[in-house]
């Protein structure tokens, strides 16, 4: 049985810096894509940033120039530095992972919560 486990959320003021992570754990192969969703309240899910096995990025025109994703296969980690964090970051981060078990499925962490107001 695969998890995922966020930790990092909280509460930020504008301007301000967190850093998110992402462990997977249980018989894991190989992870593929990781990427970062959020959903705002009263809004839809949507990609935040994502970064393949080989090191290819892609981010959201909303985080580009703020945010940066990494990743560290020796430990099955994904990260999500967030830096001068608005007001419309706020929202439940999730994590994402193409995990192969040796079969490959997509899973879902269970959200950590990033708040940014004053």
């Known amino acids: 049985q695969v998890q995922l486990k966020e930790s990092g959320g909280g509460l930020v003021q504008p301007g301000g810096s967190l850093r998110l992570s992402c462990e997977a754990s249980g018989s894991i192969v190989s992870i593929a894509d990781m990427s970062w969703y959020r959903q705002a309240p009263g809004k839809e899910r949507e990609v935040v940033a994502r970064?393949?096995?080989?090191?290819?990025?892609y981010y959201a025109d909303s985080v580009k120039g703020r945010f940066t994703i990494s990743r560290d296969n020796a430990r099955d980690m994904v990260f999500l530095q967030m830096d001068s964090l608005k007001a419309e970051d706020t929202a439940v981060y999730y994590c994402?992972?193409?995990?192969?078990?040796?079969?490959?499925?997509?899973?879902w962490g269970q959200g950590t919560k990033v708040t940014v107001s004053t």
């Open positions: 970064i393949a096995g080989t090191g290819t990025t």
């Open positions: 994402n992972d193409d995990i192969l078990t040796p079969a490959r499925r997509n899973y």
